[in-house]
Structures are given as C-alpha cells and as structure tokens.
C-alpha cells in the first residue's frame, strides 16, 4: 500500500515510513498545521496507529508530532521540547518577535528546530528540540543590538501568553492568496498583490511572489507590517457563491 502523500515534507513522508515499516514510535520536527493535518489524514488508513502532537503550551501553532502504535501510552516528556528564556535587561532594551525569529533562523539551521517564540509583553520564551538547547545557548548572546544571555527552563515557568490573535469568518471570492489577505487586513486587491510581489508575504514560512497561489486548510500566511492569517476551515459558501472561511488573524 502507498502510504506517502506527496503534499507531505520529505522528512514527515519518511516518519511515516519508518513508523510503519519497523513498529516503531517516532519523533518529528516542529512543523507547522498544514502538515500536521496531513499526516493525520494519511494515517487515517492505519487504525492501530494515532498521531499526536504537542509544542510545549495548547494551541501553539508550531508543534512536534509523535507516530505511535495506539497501544503505547505517551507523556509530553516524549516529545523532547525544552522551553527556553531569554535574558535581557529589559529597562533598556525591548526585543520584537521578527529580532528573535531573524537571529534563530540564521544559525544556519533549520526552522523546524525551534518551535513558537512567546512573550508576556516583556519577557521571551521560545521552544526547541531539547537536543538543540545547549547550541542555542553557546550560540545566541546578542539579538540585534541587546546583549542576552539564553537559559533552560522548566515546563512551569513558561510565560502566561498575551494572544492579541481573533477567531473570524472570513467571505472572499477566491482562495487566491492576494484575495485571501486583502479581505483577512482589510486592504485593496491591488494593495495585497504589491505586498507579495515586493517579497513580503510568506506562506508556511515560505516567501511566495505568486499572486494566485491558491490557499489550502492548515496554510499560515504571514505578510510583513500587516500581521499573520492562519486558515482553520472551510465552512461553505454564500448565496452569492462567495466562500466562507474560519480564520485565526493576528492583525500589526
């Protein structure tokens, strides 16, 4: 039986694989929802196998999923996140999403090492795969220009989240991404394609210039100085044969 899906990243197409093909449990990296929801519909056929997934606090939009037979039991210490602090004389210094993200992804490694970054409105947490801790601690002692200094964390200290995101019924005309983002920012068509055209619009943390990429269940769709979209469902259409999409939106 072929148990691939081609839509799947080639790491998650060989999880899949050697799950099944040696009975074992096994670990991805973080990934984010559009490929999580594709590797629970490709295990749809295997009924002795469950998929689940956690990225060190519910809801978190970056998560590590665990193959396993259904009848193994899990804890969350099997997904082998470890929360990690960010040090930084805060008096002087503020620090901003896009600083932490930008200084992580160029390590030079890869963006499904580290999961959501965190903050409370001051202070800053991030999630990684526990075997990266000590290399993001040697590596990272500057984000920008403020000095920090990165510590291991327990579980318990993890930040109570601010979540400046709403859930909302989206109506456009199209799952065109120019169409998608211009009614989610509330902005014109034009202004929408002059986004992604100039590289300022990423899907899955992809950058696109496609104007009629077309958006799918799962995408998250980040757009520079306007904020991010992640696409939950889809719930029908109008009367007027305009589609009605469930979105969460986290507007700058």
């Known amino acids: 039986m072929n148990y691939d899906n081609q839509r ?49 606090y519910p809801h978190a939009q970056w998560q590590r999923i665990l193959i396993a037979p259904v009848y193994i039991p899990i804890n969350l210490s099997d997904f082998e996140i470890q929360l990690m602090g960010i040090q930084f004389n805060s008096k002087f210094n503020h620090l901003h999403h896009n600083q932490i993200l930008g200084k992580l992804t160029n390590l030079g490694i890869k963006r499904s090492t580290f999961g959501d970054i965190i903050t409370n409105g001051e ?4 999630f990684t795969d526990l075997n990266f801790a000590s290399l993001f601690i040697q590596e990272v002692q500057q984000i920008d220009t403020t000095p920090v200094q990165l510590v291991a964390l327990p579980t318990a200290q993890r930040l109570n989240i601010v979540d400046n995101s709403s859930q909302e019924v989206l109506i456009t ?54 904020g991010k979209v992640i696409i939950l469902d889809f719930i029908g259409q109008t009367l007027t044969q305009k589609y009605k999409v469930y979105i969460k939106i986290y507007r700058l």
């Open 173 to 226: 005309p199209a799952f065109r991404l120019d169409a998608v983002i211009a009614r989610a920012f509330h902005k014109s068509r034009q202004q929408a394609k002059k986004l992604i055209q100039s590289g300022q619009v990423q899907i899955n943390s992809l950058l696109t210039r496609q104007v009629d990429t077309q958006i799918q269940i799962g995408d998250t769709i980040s757009c520079h100085h306007w």
């Open 8 to 56: 799947l990243v080639p790491a998650l197409q060989s999880l899949l694989r050697n799950a099944l093909q040696y009975d074992s449990l096994q670990l991805s990296p973080f990934v984010d929802l559009q490929q999580r929801l594709l590797l629970e519909q490709a295990l749809v056929q295997f009924p002795d196998w469950q998929c689940y997934h956690y990225g060190g």
């Open 123 to 126: 202070a800053w947490q991030f």
